[in-house]
């Protein structure tokens, strides 16, 4: 028992551990093609991170989920699948085309994956125009929570 509430007191320190409207860490990510991104480019549009990893089954659910929306969206607000752990881009593009989903790749190394407080996947993260955090989803299967968030976003 005194395992259990150690463990449950980890993982909301974890969870709660940075502030939604601080924001988001600079830090930077690598596109496929093996270009440079930092956060505080996406600045000015709201944008959602989707961070992943190849052989995590609830992924696998999530990232076609998330590229429906995104097409919903349009131009509105970026959306981009961060993956970690993986830096091959032959596996990554396989991912995308078994699993069917069309959302740009970004790749985060575990100074991207430390920053956003990424202990599992699939974690997804919104930020608004001026690059403060204000969702963090943990899991898969919240769209209508993603939606009401992002349709709060686009109102501002």
Known sequence: MKNILKGVAVSMLLLFSFSFGEKAPDVVFEDLSGNKVRVSDFKGKPTVFVFWQLF????????????????????????????????????????????????????ADYRGKSAFNVF???????????LNIVKKIIGSGKEKLLEETLNKLIQQ
């Open 56 to 107: 995590c089954h609830s992924c696998k659910k999530e990232l076609p989920a998330v590229s429906k929306i995104a097409k919903k969206y349009g131009d509105k607000v970026r959306f981009y699948a961060v993956v970690i752990g993986t830096r091959d881009i032959l596996a990554i593009e396989e991912k995308k085309m078994e699993w069917g989903f069309d959302l740009p790749v970004l790749i």
């Open 120 to 130: 599992g996947t699939p974690i997804t993260v919104v930020i608004d125009k001026n």
